[in-house]
């Protein structure tokens, strides 16, 4: 039997921008939170609503997932029963969706399809104890030098990408994709939240040319569209992979960018008239991120989800609310530096500002798990150097200080390489370094027996010569 809060119509009242006032004529008629709304505009356009609060005088308060030009007051609203609903299935492969899940690629409807709701109550979710013990690491190899041996990426994983504006969050997860999704046969779900529809185009293409097409989902709630959009895109991208999951498949959930998630949600919590936090954003933070990272996880039954999320930071601000809520969520942090952009390092992860729970004995052996850890002190030593040189020129140091300072020289430039998805900007072929081959040119430099090599040899280049 259909209740009757979720057949009586109700009307609109006032439109703010993309909040919408719904007013029903019985308090029993105000749909419950969450739940998706229906209402078409002066030229005939369907438009989605979701109840954000209620409001006295039976009023639903709701934000639109769509512009809300052309929409009348007084026009006939009804509520769906339920909260937004969008396919999920094998149908998705190869297509673009918008946060509602309708197709955005002009390749026609795409064929029915099971539907799900992209809310989700995460109480409900059981945790695979297993992995979470470490009896199940899995190592997944990139291909990218610098990320295998400091940054492992392990099945099942949350891995966050943080930089400010023009670091190469962007295009360091486009060569994550194009590396992973080639040498890996799972599912892949791709997720762009608020960022430029020319980098979802690029995207696309990437996919063609790769032909991966078939084996990717995508939604898009592009930097062009209301908060709401760009807010829900992330949880219908959550939903279509928490499907694949269900059927037994490892899934690679990419997301760029969660900083627009977090900023869509402010922009919402002001347009709702709430008070913001001391620190400028929504008082529900906090909750909000939650709700979409709990739900990446490897549960006791289906296959997993490997979760790679770029984060803007703003005014490269490691410190930012925002950015700290979202990492503390995360398994592994490479953080991008401008200065290291500056100096012509790519991809240009700061080493030291960065950290990774997978790098562990445990997880990648300990022949990787020593050099990896001796990297890192000889970067360490190597910064306290080079502020020292930059006073008194390398002539002046010791000779084991000069010998350390030219070898963390060469690591450094040797962790650097030409990427695929950058050919068309570099001129230089992309490579794919096996991680055996990454550890064994670190070895290489470390131990002395590349001392003789000039360090500019080292620069842009795949495995050691």
């Not at 002001?270 to 996880?297: C, D, H, K, N, W």
Request: hydrophobic share 40%; aromatic share 8%.
């Amino acid at each position: 039997m259909v209740n009757e809060k979720q057949i009586a119509s109700g009307k609109v009242i006032a439109v703010q921008g993309p909040v919408v006032d719904v007013q029903f004529k019985e308090a029993s008629e105000v749909p419950d939170l969450y739940t998706a709304l229906n209402v078409r505009t002066f030229d005939k356009r369907d438009l989605l609503l979701e109840v954000a609060e209620h409001l006295e005088g039976n009023i639903a308060r709701c934000i639109s997932l769509a512009s809300t030009l052309n929409l009348q007051r007084n026009a006939e609203v009804k509520p769906s029963g339920c909260a937004v609903k969008v396919p999920v299935g094998e149908s998705l492969f190869g297509r673009i969706v918008n946060v509602a899940g309708e197709p955005i690629d002009r390749k026609g409807p795409i064929p029915p399809s099971e539907f799900r709701t992209i809310h989700k109550d995460i109480s409900r979710l059981s945790l695979d104890t297993d992995r979470l013990a470490g009896e199940q690491f899995e190592v997944m190899q990139t291909g990218i030098k610098i990320i295998d041996l400091l940054f492992p990426l392990v099945k099942g994983s949350k891995t966050g990408i943080l930089g400010g504006a023009a670091l190469g969050k962007s295009i360091l997860t486009l060569e994550l994709i194009h590396n992973i999704t080639g040498e890996y046969k799972g599912a892949c779900v791709f997720a762009g939240v608020g960022e430029r529809i020319r980098e979802g185009n690029e995207l696309y293409h990437e996919f063609v040319n790769k032909k991966i097409l078939d084996r990717v989902m995508m939604v898009f709630g592009q930097m062009n569209e209301p908060p709401g959009a760009r807010f829900e895109a992330v949880l219908t991208g959550i939903t279509m992979a928490e499907y694949l999951q269900e059927q037994n498949k490892d899934v690679l959930f990419f997301m760029d960018n969660v900083y627009r998630f977090v900023q869509a949600g402010a922009e919402i919590s002001t347009l709702l008239g709430r008070v913001p936090s001391e620190t400028g954003y929504q008082p529900t933070l906090a909750s909000e991120v939650s709700e979409f990272q709990e739900r990446i996880r490897s549960l006791d039954e289906g296959g997993s989800i490997t979760a790679i999320e770029a984060v803007y930071v703003p005014a490269d601000d490691l410190t930012d609310p925002a950015v700290v809520t979202i990492f503390s969520y995360l398994d592994s942090i490479m953080v991008l530096s401008r200065e290291m952009i500056q100096m012509g390092m790519y991809p240009a992860i700061d080493a030291l500002l960065s950290s990774c729970s997978n790098l562990d004995p445990d997880v990648v052996g300990k022949r990787h798990f020593d050099i990896a850890q001796e990297t890192l002190k000889m970067f360490a030593k190597y910064e306290e150097l080079r502020r020292i040189v930059a006073v008194i020129g390398v002539e002046e140091l010791s000779k084991s200080d000069k010998t350390l300072y030219e070898r963390a020289r060469k690591l450094k430039n040797f962790l650097t390489q030409p990427f695929y998805v950058a050919e068309i900007h570099t001129g230089k072929k992309g490579t794919y370094v096996e991680v055996e081959e990454t550890l064994s040119g670190c070895e290489k430099i470390m131990s002395g027996e590349m001392d003789g090599q000039d360090a500019g040899k080292f620069y842009m280049i795949g495995k050691l010569f």
